[in-house]
């Protein structure tokens, strides 16, 4: 008696030969599939499954079933002798809206689907969505994997959204999968005649809310020039001059006349100062470009520094500790301080402006 196996239809079988009185006799007798080669089975399937993304599709598993709905049909050869050529499925519900299945079981002729299986999804009850509706979507299609227990997931590689109106209330792929992929029981698309297919879809709704972010130049009121009287009976460690509104927010220049930090006791220190800075929300940021400035009021030959910094609520003060030598403020020759009075300036060249709107 002779043993061998042989693979039919995705299942292997084992034939027994053998004789009996009568003569020479065959048996045919099921075997497991995974008792045979299923890792390189397995290994080959997904090779196919790689190989599927192509004609604008991405193609994927998963093990999670689709999250609104799912169509199964038994005994599909049945269906294909009643020579169907769209099958519509029953309505569903999803994120507000009705929708149903479209299926070509032979592929969508009137389009590119020759050779394929075509799925569509397809929004109804669209006469209580009002004058020009619009429903704007992501979707995903999916056909089950009954050996694998997994999902292969179809959708636009681009991610492309889809809207749904009232001269397009269909979207879909006319190529979901070949029918020579499909009808191969070994894939587990169409197993014991049987197939499940089903759709995911998340409707994007626009919030009516938004934010404008402009970089402003040279915004209006956008500079203060600030004399400080007395400079040399100053006894604080710093000043702050009046505030100024610019682009929507307040600021103000703040003098270290001893100098601060690595300027102490050498530098006068010069900083612009954000207003409420520290009452900023959490990672909101304010950006400026500027100036800053002492006056020579003798020759015209001015101390300037330019800087671009991002404002928050732990760095709401942004300047210059080593602005200039406390020496130079001292030589009444270079003009700096005349009359016992400095002049310092401020002046904002580019700042970020965000502002919050309805639509």
Known sequence: MKRRCSFTMGSIHTQVQGTLKG?????????LIHHFGH???????????????SGGLTRSKRDLPPMHYTLKIESFSL????????????????EGYTWRLCLYPNGNTKGKGKGFVSLYLQIENTSKLGHRWKVTTEFKLFVFDQINDKYLTVRESDASVKSFHEEK????????????????????????????????????????????????????????????????????????????TSGG???????YPKGYDDGKGNSLSVYLELVDGGKLPRKKTV??????????????????????RWF????????FPKFMPLGDLREVSKGYVKSDTLIVEAEILTVSVSKLFSY
């Open 23 to 31: 003569g020479p006799f065959n048996v045919q007798t099921p075997c």
């Open 287 to 308: 950006w400026a470009e500027y100036k800053l400035r002492v006056l020579d009021q003798r020759h015209g030959k001015h101390v300037e520094e330019k800087k671009s």
């Open 169 to 244: 209330t269909e979207w879909g792929f006319d190529k979901l999968l070949s029918l020579e992929t499909f009808n191969d029981a070994s894939n587990g698309y169409l197993f014991n005649d049987c197939c499940v297919f089903g759709a995911e879809i998340f409707v994007i709704k626009p919030t009516g809310k938004g934010e404008l972010l402009s970089m402003v130049k040279k915004p209006a009121n956008g500079s203060l020039t600030w004399k400080i009287e007395d400079f040399c009976k100053l006894d604080r460690s710093s000043y702050l001059s009046k505030a100024f």
């Open 39 to 53: 890792e390189s089975a397995k290994e080959n399937k997904k090779e196919k499954c790689d190989s599927m993304n």
């Open 312 to 319: 928050t609520s732990s760095s709401y003060s942004r300047g």
């Open 79 to 94: 269906l294909l002798k009643t020579e169907v050529v769209k099958y519509e499925s029953d309505v569903f519900e999803a």
């Open 249 to 255: 927010r307040s600021w103000r220049i703040k003098v």
